[in-house]
């Protein structure tokens, strides 16, 4: 091998390096950032239509409160007498959510005014305009729930 081979191998492998370089600063800097997790706040809609429910900052939680009601009534299914009486409408009803740990998922309690129980419960972004509640017994072995669409 001479000296004028050696230096343009050199060469060649050094210009490869180089590109490789600009090739994967230009990777780094043109992938977009992580999409920060879905806001869970906001006012949103039951899919039977017949509620929306505003979910806001309570303390270090998240807590849903209902907001409207096709069909304004009593919490009739309370456990406590006392509150049978009072109007659903501005009662909570999601309580006390806190992140888990997982991207976009808060657990906490979740009183469901159809059977006057209060279940542990999970919601779960679905995107930014769609968030899965559910409601579980057993320590989270059963749950049911449904998808509620973000008011505009």
């Known amino acids: 091998m001479t000296v004028r081979a050696g230096l343009k191998g050199l060469a060649s492998a ?8 600009v090739t994967v600063t230009f990777t780094l800097t043109m992938t977009p950032a992580p999409a920060a997790a879905a806001e869970a706040k906001g006012e949103w809609a039951r899919p039977t239509g017949t509620s929306r429910i505003k979910i806001a900052p309570c303390g270090d939680a998240l807590c849903g409160t209902l907001v409207w009601l096709k069909d304004p009534r009593n919490d009739d299914k309370n456990p406590d007498e006392a509150k049978r009486s009072r109007p659903l409408l501005g009662s909570q009803t999601v ?7 997982k991207d976009g998922q808060w657990k906490g309690k979740v009183y469901n005014a159809e059977d006057g129980e209060t279940y542990t419960g999970f919601i779960q972004m679905d995107g930014n305009d769609k968030l899965k509640l559910e409601g579980c017994v057993m320590g989270g072995l059963l749950c049911k729930g449904e998808t509620w669409t973000r008011v505009k």
Not at 14 to 21: N, Q, S, V
Not at 95 to 101: C, S
Request: hydrophobic letters at 60%.
């Open 14 to 21: 050094l210009l490869l390096t180089a590109a490789a370089a």
């Open 95 to 101: 309580i006390g959510m806190k992140p888990t740990g």
